[in-house]
């Protein structure tokens, strides 16, 4: 069938919008009408590298061919049923989900914030009478209704909204004394990214996830860890804690970050300058024989007696490709207390969500994207600290995977202007950190192509402070 589709004048759409839409986002002067792999053209025509995926939802890719054809078949068969009835795609997403992490049972919503939320009331419901007190993290971000935006430890999100929710306290990242000290009788659950996104791309130290794994386990509360956005192959890994929890050495925020660059090398044998992880969680099978079926990992956690493994884990974002859900999975015996009456979703687990999700796993598995993704965040990493070593304006280099921040001495707002202007899509995050979360199929010679249009934007770049008057 030809395609018929011509977009509205760009500007049209964005007095529809003015007119009809509320205006809660800061949004680009731009119409994005088509996406294909890591690009995405306007309605103008303009063809942009997306080297954000945003906020890494478009994990496999804008519109992956196999994404778009299970969708396309599940639309043709059955779009919505509600939870009182199976369906096929849920009860096989659930499976590539165990099958990939620890062997949970999990519950399906839309976002990673209903994914939160029934993590909450799931810790407050499965440990001793009492216990209701979550400990989260300094510059954490785990959605933004009232119990997620409490458990956000940002205040810049909570401005407006008190009285929050009781119960929820802070600690810094990486500081485990201040965990112990918080933690009483009344603490039900400690809750934590291990590569904070909105908060600057902060990564959680191996050590410190042992850490809050023994200290939950002497006290009798949770560990559930937020993978709304490292999750699904970001790290490198099926899912962030397995990177962070076999990582050598202390933090991978060591100071290996400012290291001096290597000497390029090979693909096969890139070396990482930032204390990098080691992947414990490799495609599982040979595509051709391995079919539709999910594959445990060959070193997954359920054979791994060394892993970090948590209670809770909750999804979103690039679970679903582009299509809206979220989910929670708990071991079996913490699962096992959100019965019916509980807790609930309408459209959670709907045929043509976990259709999109097992359609997701099969592309990273089938077309190897865990190790591309290894491979070229070390790359990516290597040519930021290159950069680095060219002009002030970064500051530091830090990620894991294809999870990346690069810490700039200023404001980044014009930088990120400048490189969209020049045909590239970054993100900046905190003010100062250039977030780059490529899709986990991006090759070199992309990569090169983004950074390139980064290192021209960067050597223009004037910030606005420093403007002369």
């Known amino acids: 069938m030809p395609n018929t589709y011509h977009p509205a004048p760009t500007q049209e759409t964005i007095d529809r919008f003015e007119r009809y839409v509320i205006g809660n986002y800061p949004r680009l002067p731009k119409v994005a009408v088509r996406g294909e792999g890591p690009y995405l053209w306007d309605a103008d025509g303009k063809r942009y590298l997306d080297l954000f995926s945003g906020w890494a939802v478009t994990g496999v890719g804008h519109?992956?061919?196999?994404?778009v054809q299970a969708i396309r078949e599940q639309a043709g068969r059955l779009l919505y049923m509600p939870n009182t009835w199976y369906t096929e795609p849920q009860g096989r997403l659930a499976e590539w989900?165990?099958?990939?992490?620890?062997?949970?049972?999990?519950?399906?919503?839309n976002s990673g914030a209903e994914a939160n939320e029934a993590a909450l009331k799931l810790a407050?419901?499965?440990?001793a009478a009492g216990k209701y007190k979550v400990i989260t993290f300094e510059?954490?971000?785990?959605?933004?209704?009232?119990?997620t935006v409490t458990a956000t430890a940002q205040p810049k999100y909570q401005q407006g909204f008190q009285p929050l929710v009781p119960g929820f306290l802070y600690a810094p990242l990486n500081d485990l004394e201040a965990v112990h000290r918080l933690a009483d009788e009344e603490t039900c659950a400690v809750l934590l990214e291990v590569v904070q996104g909105e908060g600057g791309i902060n990564l959680a130290g191996a050590e410190f996830l042992r850490g809050l794994r023994d200290l939950c386990d002497q006290r009798g509360m949770l560990l559930i860890i937020d993978e709304v956005q490292t999750g699904v192959g970001r790290c490198g890994t099926w899912w962030g804690y397995q990177a962070v929890a076999n990582a050598e050495g202390e933090t991978p925020n060591a100071d290996a970050a400012n290291a001096e660059p290597a000497e390029p090398q090979g693909d096969a044998d890139l070396k990482s300058e930032i204390s990098d992880v080691k992947s414990n969680a490799s495609p599982a099978g040979d595509a051709d024989s391995a079919g539709d079926a999910p594959q445990a990992n060959p070193t997954s956690d359920i054979r791994n007696p060394n892993s970090v493994v948590p209670d809770i884990m909750t999804m979103a974002k690039q679970l679903g490709g582009g299509v809206a859900i979220g989910a929670m999975c708990a071991r079996p015996e913490v699962a096992e207390h959100l019965v019916p009456g509980t807790h609930a979703s309408t459209f959670g687990g709907n045929p043509l969500a976990a259709a999109a999700g097992c359609a997701v796993?099969?592309?990273i598995r089938d077309e190897d994207l865990l190790q591309n993704t290894q491979h070229m965040g070390r790359y990516l990493r290597r040519r930021l600290l290159e950069l680095k070593q060219e002009t002030p304006l970064i500051a530091e280099v830090r990620g894991t995977g294809l999870m990346v921040g690069a810490d700039l001495a200023q404001n980044g707002k014009d930088l990120v202007a400048a490189c969209l202007e020049k045909g590239l899509h970054v993100n900046c995050t905190h003010e100062t950190v250039l977030r780059i979360m490529p899709p986990l199929g991006i090759t070199r010679e992309q990569l090169d192509e983004g950074l390139d249009i980064l290192a021209e934007a960067m050597r223009e770049w004037q910030p606005a402070d420093r403007k002369p008057s």
């Open 63 to 67: 519109c992956h061919p196999r994404l």
């Open 97 to 109: 989900i165990a099958t990939t992490g620890f062997g949970g049972k999990t519950f399906f919503c």
């Open 124 to 127: 407050r419901l499965a440990t």
């Open 139 to 147: 510059e954490s971000f785990h959605g933004r209704t009232f119990a």
């Open 361 to 363: 796993f099969e592309i």
